[in-house]
């Protein structure tokens, strides 16, 4: 039995033991106590009954039903545990802004939608053993019922519920952000961890174990790997794990001196991850499993931090992203980091993190949310607020995991949904470790070359053709020793897996024109037509066509490109040099559903946000070639010693032009003359013609 449940004290335990008692009481009671007001009534029985299924579920758990249950009862109780937030259910459910706004009104509804929502974070809570952190949810839900039946048969005043909803995250704001750093950064004993460890994983059973939304892509994926042969299920594991190493190897770190990692993953993977996790230990590597609570102590992003099941419902986590605007203010947000930096000094073992080795997963249909109407979205005020929270938190991060010396790495491998056969499956998991392993010498020849004709130039220019209207001028770094030094990086296989990119940072001033991709999926979601307009290195303008309303295009882009930050530098400039990626992703129809990491490979690219050094610029590394990378740093981030704040943004994000959408990348010399590297699509620079093979296999 992997449930373990972390002890609470016995006022703890009290608690819980009345706020269990009562919430059973709720369901019933409360048609009689609301009787004036049946709509709210209802929300109140339907989040109660919620909240007693996963209490139900706790002692199912405490008393071994997960090893006793057949397969398809826990398939079953797993479903039922997101029953409501299914897409085909969500229209009514009260965890839908637009739902709740509509039967609960426009005052009520938004904060009793946050608060539903918010409750179901108990599920992952009581299956990771953590009650005591569900304890104050089912307070939260218990105050706030209280707040309504106290008043009845009159309603209580509005802005009492968000006095109750911002005391609550003020008062466990320390409490919640020692619990999420700690599962982070150091723990290596969670449930994720014993499961990867002690699993029998002949039978997908085990992946109930986790309170995780399970699918088909789960269950087929680990039947996959279980089949897959041990060679070659070691050369995913090793390339994965051998990159984490690299990447301190290639950048002077010591490995040595760190005590601890953090590993994400999917489930269905366990059995890559279980040699990744031996690995780590011989490294002498401590491995965490981070996972993701939905609720309003965090900020949320789409993509999904941590170990990961099937998502229920995209929309329902992009609906409720900015929950907190209910209650966001200067002195919550300064509360907040408060609380950050209490819970970096309750874990002095952070300064030992070595960083995240992150298996992401592709395949499902890629996600294009609705424009919700009810959904919370911070004012002007709020998206400044967030902005800075964002800053300081980052901050704190990096200073407490001393982040110029920890490192990562990153590695993508497709879903069985990619896939309309188990057959076709196999072939896309094999092209896709072959794009995974592919030989980074001969990689790093030919983008040796790249980088040599890159030294020469003033600036470069790119053009988009076939419909793309890229038309960019990107200021390089001058060079004032080109024998020992480099504006680009040469990038293999390291922490960015697969091989096969040159990039740099970028000079701000002189840097101008428009990027634009006729469609592009970024931090989990879809851009149809995304455009970017730069005017000295700074983000001026941008739109894309994902709403009729070029508003709501705007605020999308603000909210998940921007993270509310105006005039966002370009951090990198970037050549994709993975041709072998482009043509197979092609050829098997995943192109639309790549992940930027991959993608990022298959064209030249450009990231807004921090710079690829932001806090290593100190860092002295070199290419393979010997010479040393100088071009590390832009005007915002050489204020990082006097303005820290100022000087980084804790965003990075990579928008590829795909070869077939681009007509010309030219180096241009500070004489005008000029270099092609790339026409039409293809790559034209002497010594790089190998780079053009794949097309001609497709």
Aim: with cysteine; charged share 30%.
């Amino acid at each position: 039995m992997f449930y373990r449940e972390d002890g609470m004290d016995e006022v703890e335990a009290e608690r819980f033991a009345l706020a269990s008692e009562r919430i059973r009481e709720v369901p019933e009671e409360c048609v009689e106590r609301l009787e004036a007001a049946p709509v709210f009534a209802e929300y109140f029985r339907r989040t109660a009954q919620f909240l007693v299924m996963a209490l139900e579920e706790r002692d199912f758990l405490a008393r071994g039903g997960q090893d006793a249950a057949e397969e398809g009862e826990l398939a079953a109780r797993n479903r039922a545990l997101y029953e409501d937030v299914l897409p085909e259910h969500y229209g009514e459910s009260f965890v839908n802004p637009e739902y709740a706004a509509e039967k609960l009104g426009g005052e009520y509804g938004p904060v009793l939608c946050a608060v539903a929502y918010e409750m179901r974070s108990v599920v992952s809570l009581l299956y990771q053993g953590a009650a005591a952190h569900a304890l104050i949810r089912y307070e939260l839900f218990l105050e706030m019922y209280g707040a309504f039946t106290a008043a009845a048969p009159a309603l209580p005043a509005e802005k009492d519920l968000r006095g109750r909803l911002r005391d609550y995250l003020s008062d466990y704001a320390e409490y919640e952000s020692e619990y999420e750093q700690r599962m982070s950064l150091l723990d290596d004993d969670s449930l994720a961890c014993r499961i990867v460890r002690e699993a029998d994983l002949s039978n997908p059973r085990y992946l109930y174990a986790y309170g995780e939304y399970v699918t088909a892509d789960e269950t087929g994926a680990a039947s996959f790997l279980r089949d897959l042969p041990e060679e070659r299920l070691a050369l995913c594991a090793d390339t994965f794990t051998e990159g984490y190493r690299t990447g301190f190897a290639v950048t002077g770190k010591d490995l040595s001196k760190k005590r601890f990692c953090s590993v994400y993953y999917h489930l269905g993977f366990e059995r890559m991850m279980r040699r990744a996790f031996e690995n780590f230990d011989r490294m002498g590597l401590r491995t965490a499993t981070p996972f993701e609570v939905p609720t309003l102590f965090r900020r949320h992003r789409s993509d999904r931090v941590g170990w990961a099941g099937a998502d229920a419902n995209p929309q329902l986590r992009f609906d409720h992203r900015e929950d907190d605007a209910l209650v966001l203010d200067r002195a919550l947000a300064g509360r907040r980091i408060e609380a950050l930096a209490a819970a970096y000094e309750h874990l002095p073992d952070a300064k030992y993190y070595a960083g995240p080795a992150v298996l992401e997963v592709f395949g499902g249909a890629p996600f294009t949310p609705a424009d919700v109407p009810g959904r919370i979205s911070y004012d002007e005020t709020q998206t400044g607020i967030s902005a800075s929270f964002n800053t300081k938190a980052y901050m704190l991060y990096a200073k407490a995991v001393v982040a110029e010396e920890r490192s990562f790495t990153i590695i993508d491998f497709p879903l069985p949904s990619i896939a309309d056969t188990p057959a076709r499956y196999a072939d896309v998991f094999d092209a896709v470790i072959r794009i995974n392993t592919l030989d980074y010498h001969q990689y790093q020849e030919m983008q040796a070359r790249l980088i040599d004709a890159l030294n020469e130039a003033d600036h470069v220019e790119v053009k988009g053709c076939r419909g793309n209207r890229t038309d960019l001028v990107v200021k390089l770094f001058p060079l004032t020793d080109p024998e020992h030094q480099a504006i680009f990086e040469n990038c293999v296989a390291d922490v960015n897996i697969p091989v096969g990119e040159v990039f740099t940072t970028p000079v701000l001033e002189g840097t101008h024109g428009l990027l634009q991709v006729s469609s592009v999926y970024l931090e989990g979601l879809r851009f149809e037509d995304l455009w970017l307009r730069f005017e000295d290195g700074r983000v001026t303008d941008y739109g894309c066509a994902n709403f009729t309303d070029p508003a709501q295009g705007r605020r999308y882009i603000e909210e998940n490109i921007l993270f509310h930050h105006t005039g966002l530098p370009m951090g990198e400039c970037a050549i994709g040099t993975n041709t072998t990626a482009f043509v197979l992703a092609r050829k098997y129809g995943m192109e639309a559903k790549l992940p930027i990491l991959i993608a990022e490979k298959t064209g030249p690219h450009f990231a807004v946000g921090d710079t690829c050094y932001s806090n290593e610029e100190d860092n002295r590394t070199f290419n393979p070639d010997g010479k040393e990378i100088v071009a590390k740093e832009n005007s915002v981030s050489c204020r990082r010693k006097e303005d820290p704040e100022g000087a980084y943004f804790g965003c990075h994000t990579d928008i590829t032009i795909p070869y077939d959408e681009l007509g010309e990348y030219t180096a241009v010399r500070a004489d005008g003359s000029r270099i092609p590297i790339i026409r039409d699509g293809r790559f034209v620079l002497p010594g790089t013609e190998a780079l053009n093979k794949p097309f001609a296999e497709e």
